[in-house]
């Protein structure tokens, strides 16, 4: 975290959004285009994930080879589930109830799911190296990916900011918390569990969806109580980050009113 690496990465994604914010304002590009643009990074970052993470691997009874993903690498994460809801958004109704719902989390979660990400890159402690940052193409789809949902956020807040108001925060921290909650069924569907002569004595690998279930740092969650209290404290995290970014919108919709 924060090595040189890091930083110039940090620096790189920083300018690229400052970029791409004055090209959208300057040649007054469109929202729907900006989702365009978005569905094809979103294209070239799976395939550039999958075909430099997948592995061939023998098939334990020997019988051949088969390729292996693993299962962290499915777009469950909270900016990796951003995919589906910029294709949503794309081909929905931009004047249903639904297509304003979806805007209005997509809005605060793509914003703060990325710059988490950028902040803490699990791409340095779970993929590569620090030393590989500039020459594994995981780190450049993980780098670019995240500041391409920091500039979908920026670019909701742009054309939609001033449609938003107090319900629409609550239907994000709504949205929010229901994904989060999903995410411990699905955390416990893709852990591996193992047993001794039918007790269950611990996990043989597991997954972090939603960080539901450890912290992206090093931080041991040592009994039941600890991880509740985990849950709560990032709930309230969550219910927190929302309310911020929503803060300029719900002021604005406050002014507005008087």
Same mark, same amino acid.
């Given at each position: 975290?924060?090595?040189?690496?890091?930083?110039?990465?940090?620096?790189?994604?920083?300018?690229?959004?400052? %970029?791409?914010? @004055?090209?959208?304002?300057?040649?007054?590009?469109?929202?729907?285009?900006? &989702?365009?643009?978005?569905?094809?990074?979103? +294209?070239?970052?799976?395939?550039? !994930?999958?075909?430099?993470?997948?592995?061939?691997?023998?098939?334990?009874?020997?019988?051949?080879?088969?390729?292996? %993903?693993?299962?962290?690498?499915?777009?469950?994460?909270?900016?990796?589930?951003?995919?589906?809801?910029?294709?949503?958004?794309?081909?929905?109704?931009?004047?249903?109830?639904?297509?304003?719902?979806?805007?209005?989390?997509?809005?605060?979660?793509?914003?703060?799911?990325?710059?988490?990400?950028?902040?803490?890159?699990?791409?340095?402690?779970?993929?590569?190296?620090?030393?590989?940052?500039?020459?594994?193409?995981?780190?450049?789809?993980?780098?670019?990916?995240?500041?391409? %949902?920091?500039?979908?956020?920026?670019?909701? @807040?742009?054309?939609?900011?001033? !449609?938003?108001?107090?319900?629409?925060?609550?239907?994000?921290?709504?949205?929010?918390?229901?994904?989060?909650?999903?995410? +411990?069924?699905?955390?416990?569907?893709?852990?591996?569990?193992?047993?001794?002569?039918?007790?269950?004595?611990?996990?043989?690998?597991?997954?972090?969806?939603?960080?539901?279930?450890?912290?992206?740092?090093?931080?041991?969650?040592?009994? !039941?109580?600890?991880?509740?209290?985990? &849950?709560?404290?990032?709930?309230?995290?969550?219910?927190?980050?929302?309310?911020?970014?929503?803060?300029?919108?719900?002021?604005?919709? !406050?002014?507005?009113?008087?």
């Amino acid at each position: 975290m924060f090595s040189f690496q890091h930083i110039i990465w940090l620096l790189i994604c920083f300018a690229i959004v400052i %970029l791409c914010r @004055y090209l959208i304002a300057r040649f007054e590009i469109g929202f729907d285009k900006v &989702l365009a643009g978005c569905m094809m990074v979103c +294209i070239a970052s799976e395939l550039t !994930k999958i075909f430099s993470s997948i592995t061939v691997l023998p098939l334990v009874d020997g019988s051949g080879y088969a390729p292996y %993903l693993e299962m962290s690498f499915l777009p469950l994460h909270l900016c990796s589930i951003q995919i589906v809801f910029i294709f949503i958004l794309k081909y929905t109704d931009k004047n249903s109830k639904f297509y304003r719902i979806l805007l209005a989390f997509v809005y605060p979660t793509s914003i703060a799911g990325a710059v988490g990400a950028l902040l803490v890159p699990t791409v340095f402690t779970s993929s590569v190296p620090p030393k590989e940052a500039f020459s594994h193409p995981i780190v450049y789809q993980y780098f670019l990916f995240h500041t391409m %949902l920091i500039i979908l956020g920026l670019s909701i @807040y742009h054309f939609y900011g001033e !449609k938003f108001n107090g319900k629409d925060c609550i239907n994000a921290v709504i949205m929010s918390l229901t994904l989060f909650f999903v995410s +411990i069924y699905v955390n416990s569907v893709f852990s591996i569990p193992q047993y001794d002569e039918g007790v269950l004595v611990g996990i043989e690998k597991s997954v972090n969806f939603f960080i539901s279930f450890r912290p992206p740092i090093d931080i041991q969650l040592l009994s !039941k109580s600890a991880w509740l209290l985990y &849950l709560c404290i990032l709930f309230a995290i969550g219910i927190l980050i929302v309310f911020v970014l929503y803060l300029p919108v719900l002021l604005r919709s !406050k002014k507005k009113t008087h």
